[in-house]
C-alpha cells in the first residue's frame, strides 16, 4: 500500500466512450440499482425527477478498522490531481458525467477527489466539499466542522472487494486533519451497494425523503423520517 506522489504523472487516458450504449446502460442500471432505478431514470428523461433519498452522516471521531480482501501492494491511495482529470473524465461508467474542463474546475473552487490507483489506473475514488450540500440542485450550508461526499464510484470489476469502505477510512484521516467530524452524503434509497457500504463503516440514516420535480418548474419535497445529528 502506497499513497500518491504529488508529482505523480498517469498514464494518457485510453480512448474509451464516455457514455455506454443503450442496452449496456440498462443492463448497468438493472444490475445495480433494479427495476425501480431503471423506471426512475426513464421517467427523468421526460422531466419527470423523482428520488426517494436517504440521508447518511458518518461520524468521523469513531475508530473503524476495515477489513479488505484483496492484496493492497499494489494499490496507492490518495487526492487526486490536476493532472488525473483526463482520465478520471474518460472512465465509461460514472454516476455524473462532467467534461474533464469541468472536473478541474471542481478542484479550482476547492472541492477535492479522494482516490485509489491499482497498476496506474484509477480504480475507485469519492468527491467531497466543505462549502455546502446538495440534492438535485437544493444546496444546504455546512457547519465548519462538516463536509459533504458525493459522486462516488468504483470501478465493476474492482466492486465487492471491500474497496470502498477502506477508501473511505483512509479519507477520514484527511477530513480529521482539516477539523472535519461530521461528513454527509445522499443516496437513492435503491443503491444497494452504496447504504451497506456506509452500514460498514457505523454510519447513521439521519433522513428518508421524497424529492419530485416536474419538468425543472414544479418542486415537491416530503420528509418521511428525520433523526437529529
Not at 82 to 104: F, G, H, K, T, V
Not at 126 to 150: C, H, I, T, V
Not at 172 to 177: F, I, M, N, S, T
Amino acid at each position: 500500500m502506497r499513497y500518491f506522489d504529488t508529482k505523480f504523472k498517469p498514464m494518457p487516458a485510453k480512448r474509451t466512450k464516455r457514455f455506454m450504449s443503450y442496452r449496456s446502460n440498462l443492463f448497468y442500471k438493472l444490475c445495480y440499482g433494479g427495476i425501480p432505478r431503471v423506471f426512475f431514470d426513464t421517467l427523468s428523461k421526460v422531466g419527470i425527477n423523482i428520488l426517494l433519498y436517504d440521508s447518511i452522516v458518518e461520524r468521523l471521531d469513531r475508530d473503524r478498522e476495515v477489513h479488505v480482501n484483496n492484496n493492497l501492494n499494489d494499490y496507492e491511495f490518495g487526492l487526486l490531481i490536476e493532472s488525473d482529470m483526463q482520465e478520471l473524465a474518460a472512465i465509461p461508467i460514472r454516476n455524473s458525467y462532467e467534461s474533464e474542463s469541468e472536473l478541474r474546475q471542481r478542484l479550482d473552487i476547492g472541492m477535492k477527489c479522494f482516490g485509489a490507483k491499482h497498476k496506474d489506473r484509477i480504480v475507485s475514488y469519492a468527491w467531497y466539499r466543505f462549502d455546502s450540500g446538495e440534492l438535485l440542485n437544493d444546496f444546504y450550508p455546512l457547519k465548519q466542522d462538516e463536509a459533504y461526499m458525493f459522486d462516488v464510484n468504483t470501478i465493476i470489476n474492482y466492486r465487492g472487494k471491500g474497496l470502498a469502505p477502506y477508501i473511505n477510512q483512509q479519507m477520514y484521516k484527511l477530513l480529521c486533519a482539516d477539523g472535519i467530524t461530521k461528513l454527509f452524503s445522499f443516496t437513492n434509497i435503491f443503491n444497494n451497494s452504496y447504504i451497506q457500504c456506509k452500514m460498514k463503516l457505523d454510519a447513521q440514516i439521519i433522513e428518508k425523503g421524497l424529492l419530485l420535480i416536474l419538468f425543472k418548474k414544479y418542486r415537491y419535497h416530503k420528509v418521511f423520517y428525520r433523526q437529529s445529528t
